[in-house]
T-cell receptor, first 109, second 113 residues
Framework: GIQVEQSPPDLILQEGANSTLRCNFSDSVNNLQWFHQNPWGQLINLFYIPSGTKQNGRLSATTVATERYSLLYISSSQTTDSGVYFCAVEATNAGKSTFGDGTTLTVKP | DTGVSQDPRHKITKRGQNVTFRCDPI?????LYWYRQTLGQGPEFLTYFQNEAQLEKSRLLSDRFSAERPKGSFSTLEIQRTEQGDSAMYLC???????????FGPGTRLTVT
């Protein structure tokens, strides 16, 4: 099946810093989503981005499907950005999503 | 949209007991997915339905696990003869038929003692 690798596994930042999270995947995909998992376990949709670039406030994402990677950018980070960020991909005709192991972000005041 | 809901939010059970979880998808979402997440890992796919048809089951879904979506609306996931290794967060997600974007519920956290 498709492999999904996220890097870095852990990231510690000072408030106000910028960061880039990466997601590499091993096959062509129909779907790629970025999620933020809050401390209670809820997965919050950040971006649905099988290709191209999207922005939402301080967050933006870029997927280069031909090179099989996606990047999530967080600018001017805040303590509320802390948590685990997951990339999930659905391989072409797979009907299901495969998640990476996540990047744990800690933003210190 | 009221969002995906799951019930119960927490379940503590003794080893060997049966448990059943419920998921209500977003209205008119015809695909419904179940995932399991253990500490420090990403969610792992268990099974998915398109309307009432169960289209795929993971090898993770042993014979003790069964899922249903009888009328193409809510779904149930039952675990028989629970084992300590079943302790995890069970997540449900749904999508519209013309989109791959998944929306997740809050999860059911199962603890088997």
């Amino acid at each position: 099946g498709i492999q999904v690798e996220q890097s870095p596994p852990d990231l510690i930042l000072q408030e106000g810093a910028n960061s880039t999270l990466r997601c590499n995947f091993s096959d062509s995909v129909n779907n790629l989503q970025w999620f933020h998992q809050n401390p209670w376990g809820q997965l919050i949709n950040l971006f649905y981005i099988p290709s191209g670039t999207k922005q939402n406030g301080r967050l933006s994402a870029t997927t280069v499907a031909t090179e099989r990677y996606s990047l999530l950018y967080i600018s001017s980070s805040q303590t509320t950005d802390s948590g685990v960020y997951f990339c999930a991909v659905e391989a072409t005709n797979a009907g299901k999503s495969t998640f990476g192991d996540g990047t744990t972000l800690t933003v210190k005041p | 949209d009221t969002g995906v809901s799951q019930d119960p939010r927490h379940k503590i059970t003794k080893r060997g007991q049966n448990v059943t979880f419920r998921c209500d998808p977003i209205s008119e979402h015809n695909r419904l997915y179940w995932y399991r997440q253990t500490l420090g890992q990403g969610p792992e796919f268990l099974t998915y339905f398109q309307n009432e048809a169960q289209l795929e089951k993971s090898r993770l879904l042993s014979d003790r696990f069964s899922a249903e979506r009888p009328k193409g609306s809510f779904s149930t996931l039952e675990i028989q003869r629970t084992e300590q290794g079943d302790s995890a967060m069970y997540l449900c997600a749904s999508t519209r038929g013309d989109s791959y974007e998944q929306y997740f519920g809050p999860g059911t956290r199962l603890t088997v003692t």
